[in-house]
């Protein structure tokens, strides 16, 4: 008889142990969130000149050179008139703004149609962030947000800008508006990055998506009350990377189960371990 007793009593604890599975937790806390909104960027320098032939012509000689800094008036080409016969003196090319040469098109000795592009000019140490961004953006847009930008071919990451401009017209193709960004520092014209607006700090509570329970259109977050595990039922809000917002439902400092190697129901006692798998010495 005592040997039956003592087999129960060993069931019963087995049992108990069986149903108080190993879970970690966590504490819901409010989190400050950056809302951002992010948009590819191209940079462009404010000077810009494209120098084109006017005529049919042959080139005959470089003024300038890649990289050189010209002003206004400063010959950068030589060019003549395709036809010998004639007596056309050859035509000189100026510069129509001060800058640094940044393209030479046309190599000495072609021949160049009306229109053709001979000569870029910029100035890398004057430039840009152009973005695009779609019409559904537009009025969350304000002068002087701030922003990052980062160019992964260069390896750049986390460069200060603030919004500059804001067009006052949609692209009627693209469904666009153009805005201009403002750098903390100079990044090479025609380079494409990623630029990241910071429209404005939010305070929310952020769990991973792996804790919640879903119930048909309904979803739950297993707390810890009176002793037991509570599903509670929330209110989610938007994503942000693998974490979503609660929106309703739970409030900072309660207690959710983070961890949970089994499926659990309302009302069931669970065992807590610490996020580094040692045990707790108590059980809810």
């Given at each position: 008889m005592?040997?039956?007793?003592?087999?129960?009593?060993?069931?019963?604890?087995?049992?108990?142990?069986?149903?108080?599975?190993?879970v970690?937790?966590?504490?819901?806390?409010?989190?400050?969130?950056?809302?951002?909104?992010?948009?590819?960027v191209?940079?462009?320098?404010?000077?810009?000149?494209?120098?084109?032939?006017?005529a049919?012509l042959?080139?005959?000689?470089?003024?300038?050179?890649?990289?050189?800094?010209?002003?206004?008036?400063?010959?950068?080409?030589?060019?003549?008139?395709?036809?010998?016969?004639?007596?056309?003196?050859?035509?000189?090319?100026?510069?129509?703004?001060?800058?640094?040469?940044?393209?030479?098109?046309?190599?000495?000795?072609?021949?160049?149609?009306?229109?053709?592009?001979?000569?870029s000019?910029n100035?890398?140490?004057?430039?840009?962030?152009?973005?695009?961004?779609?019409?559904?953006?537009?009025k969350?847009?304000?002068?002087?947000?701030?922003?990052?930008l980062?160019?992964?071919?260069?390896?750049?990451?986390?460069?200060?800008?603030?919004?500059?401009?804001?067009?006052?017209?949609?692209?009627?193709?693209?469904?666009?508006?153009?805005?201009?960004?403002?750098?903390?520092?100079?990044?090479?014209?025609?380079?494409?990055?990623?630029?990241?607006?910071?429209?404005?700090?939010?305070?929310?509570?952020?769990?991973?998506?792996?804790v919640?329970?879903?119930?048909?259109?309904?979803?739950?977050l297993?707390v810890?009350?009176?002793?037991?595990?509570?599903?509670?039922?929330?209110?989610?809000?938007?994503?942000f990377?693998?974490r979503?917002?609660?929106?309703?439902?739970?409030?900072?400092?309660?207690?959710?189960?983070?961890?949970?190697?089994?499926?659990?129901?309302?009302?069931?006692?669970v065992?807590?371990?610490?996020?580094?798998?040692?045990?707790v010495?108590?059980?809810?």
């Amino acid at each position: 008889m005592k040997s039956v007793l003592m087999f129960l009593l060993f069931a019963s604890f087995a049992t108990q142990a069986a149903e108080s599975p190993k879970v970690s937790i966590e504490t819901a806390k409010i989190e400050s969130v950056d809302n951002s909104l992010n948009y590819p960027v191209q940079i462009r320098s404010f000077v810009d000149a494209q120098i084109k032939a006017d005529a049919d012509l042959i080139v005959m000689k470089h003024l300038v050179r890649l990289g050189q800094r010209v002003e206004k008036g400063d010959p950068i080409l030589e060019l003549r008139h395709p036809d010998l016969n004639t007596s056309y003196k050859n035509r000189v090319f100026r510069a129509p703004m001060p800058g640094v040469v940044a393209g030479i098109h046309a190599p000495v000795g072609n021949s160049v149609t009306n229109g053709t592009l001979l000569v870029s000019i910029n100035d890398p140490k004057k430039v840009y962030g152009q973005v695009e961004i779609p019409v559904a953006d537009f009025k969350k847009m304000k002068i002087g947000l701030p922003a990052k930008l980062k160019f992964d071919q260069f390896g750049v990451n986390g460069i200060e800008a603030t919004v500059a401009g804001i067009g006052a017209m949609v692209d009627s193709k693209l469904g666009t508006v153009p805005i201009e960004l403002n750098l903390s520092e100079s990044v090479l014209p025609g380079s494409i990055g990623m630029a990241s607006i910071s429209l404005k700090k939010e305070d929310m509570i952020l769990v991973d998506e792996k804790v919640l329970y879903f119930s048909g259109d309904d979803v739950f977050l297993a707390v810890i009350e009176a002793e037991s595990v509570k599903k509670k039922k929330i209110e989610l809000g938007r994503r942000f990377k693998n974490r979503i917002e609660i929106k309703t439902g739970v409030a900072e400092g309660e207690i959710f189960v983070s961890d949970s190697p089994k499926f659990l129901r309302d009302g069931q006692k669970v065992q807590i371990v610490k996020k580094d798998g040692k045990s707790v010495d108590k059980t809810l």
